[in-house]
């Protein structure tokens, strides 16, 4: 948490994004999951570029969501134009505007382009018309709290900023598997991606590299992937979709025989143009087979971990802190919804915690391990809980690794990215934080 807000400055204004409203600079006092402004002004977050425009004192929280589970709800001929946000504000009357950043490229400065937000209520759906768009947001005047989000009609096929995703799979084949994904810019998109993957009964790797693509992405047109030295790719092609709405992503898979650094390009097919380009190198997935060859010598010696059993997540969850709520939305990956529905359950705060450990165990498939709520954790683990995890992996394995460090887990997924994580607000025109770089 970081310190006093501070008293925005009235005399400045800033035209942001290109929307023309004046944005009265602020900080607000964030915390994963929510912020708390404490007076009138604009307050943009530096991860999700959601800006929130207030008349007064308000706590706003909020999370990711997927569109798949709204699909039903857009209809043709409006299409998804941005991430899906679940926004709650503890004084909704001083939330006046939310803009929603978009991942497409509007030229000709948005001519023939229109967009709406898609507010969803209860079972149903209403569409309602935008304020304004810019280069990089729609602008949408609140009219009640729920899942929210931008749509986009368009007579001509659309221009996106996309993203091309890696993962490699981790098993014991000296061969490399990847999957590489053709993604919009879009964080509800991104965050199915990364949940499907780490639901496969494989395990993968996330392999960090420039994501971004160098040239826009058109709805319709054709791409391959192309390997060097040669790989087996498939498919040959992908014709480029929005697949917001869908459940199951389209993907390229990457087969080479040997372990060798390798180049990958995606290339437009009808004008032959490169859109993305990365050089892989064997260090930049090594330290994870070293840790997967740790782990399956662990379990060859008869030490392989259990999950935790009831009593000893409710053991943990005695020793969670007061922000047990950002901790489990930034660590666990846990929605605001989950949490909301097991308080509205279970009073006593203590089985609170306890069920949303709970929660996460059942979600991790027969991985929910000292050390992997250890590794989920990470720094926000107090000493306490560091100590009882500990405790608890040496019982697993039976004394194991005796200086009660905990592997490098294959794979962790970006899950819910929530605002203000480390974003006070807006100061001269500068994000200001904690820390700039995602943890993931």
Same mark, same amino acid.
């Given at each position: 948490?970081?310190?006093? #807000? ?12 290109? /929307?023309? =409203?004046?944005?009265?600079?602020? /900080? ?17 977050? %530096? ?20 569109? *798949? ?21 503890? #004084? ?22 229109? &967009? ?35 749509? /986009? ?22 061969? !490399? ?15 199915? /991606? ?5 639901? %496969? ?23 391959? !992937? =192309?390997?060097?030295?040669? #790989? ?19 993907? &390229? ?25 990365? +050089? ?17 010598? %662990? ?57 949303? !450990?709970?929660?996460?165990?059942? +979600? ?46 294959? &794979?962790? *997924? ?19 934080? #904690?820390? *700039?770089? +995602?943890?993931?």
């Amino acid at each position: 948490m970081s310190g006093p #807000a501070q008293e925005p400055d009235r005399g400045d204004t800033q035209r942001h994004g290109g /929307i023309g =409203i004046g944005i009265r600079i602020g /900080i607000g006092r964030g915390a994963p999951g929510g912020v708390q402004l404490d007076a009138e002004g604009s307050y943009r977050c %530096s991860v999700t570029g959601l800006i929130f425009e207030v008349t007064g004192a308000a706590r706003i929280t909020y999370s990711l969501l997927s569109w *798949s589970k709204y699909a039903r709800l857009v209809e043709k001929p409006w299409i998804v134009g941005g991430p899906l946000f679940d926004v709650r504000c503890s #004084a909704p009357a001083a939330l006046g505007s939310i803009q929603f950043p978009h991942c497409l490229c509007l030229g000709d400065g948005g001519a023939g382009v229109a &967009f709406k937000v898609l507010h969803v209520k209860g079972g149903g759906a209403a569409i309602e018309p935008s304020a304004e768009f810019s280069a990089s947001h729609v602008k949408w005047v609140v009219s009640s709290l729920s899942p929210v989000g931008p749509l /986009i009609h368009s007579p001509e096929p659309l221009q996106y900023h996309g993203a091309v995703i890696l993962y490699k799979a981790v098993d014991e084949h000296p061969s !490399l598997s990847f999957w590489v994904y053709l993604a919009t810019n879009n964080d509800s998109f991104i965050r199915d /991606i990364s949940k499907t993957v780490k639901h %496969s009964k494989r395990k993968f790797v996330q392999i960090e590299k420039p994501p971004v693509c160098q040239k826009l992405l058109q709805e319709g047109k054709k791409y391959r !992937l =192309i390997c060097e030295p040669e #790989a087996e790719i498939t498919p040959e092609e992908i014709e480029f979709v929005d697949g917001s709405l869908l459940k199951l992503k389209s993907y &390229f898979e990457v087969y080479l025989e040997k372990p060798d650094d390798f180049t990958l390009s995606l290339v437009e097919q009808d004008s032959d143009e490169t859109v993305w380009k990365a +050089r892989l190198r064997e260090r930049d997935w090594m330290h994870y087979d070293q840790n997967k060859n740790e782990q399956r010598r %662990s379990t060859a010696n008869g030490v392989g971990a259990k999950s935790l059993t009831d009593q000893q997540l409710l053991a943990i969850a005695k020793l969670l802190d007061r922000r047990w709520r950002e901790i489990a939305i930034e660590c666990l990956q846990m929605e605001m919804k989950d949490i909301e529905d097991i308080r509205a359950m279970e009073e006593e705060v203590n089985m609170q915690k306890f069920l949303v !450990l709970r929660k996460w165990r059942d +979600r991790e498939q027969g991985n929910g391990t000292a050390e992997a709520l250890q590794s989920s954790l990470g720094e926000k683990a107090t000493y306490e809980i560091l100590q009882k995890l500990q405790e608890l992996s040496q019982l697993e394995g039976g004394g194991g690794r005796g200086g009660g460090s905990f592997p490098i887990q294959p &794979f962790r *997924s970006p899950g819910i990215l929530l605002a203000f994580r480390n974003v006070r607000g807006i100061t001269t025109g500068r994000e200001v934080g #904690a820390g *700039s770089s +995602r943890e993931t």
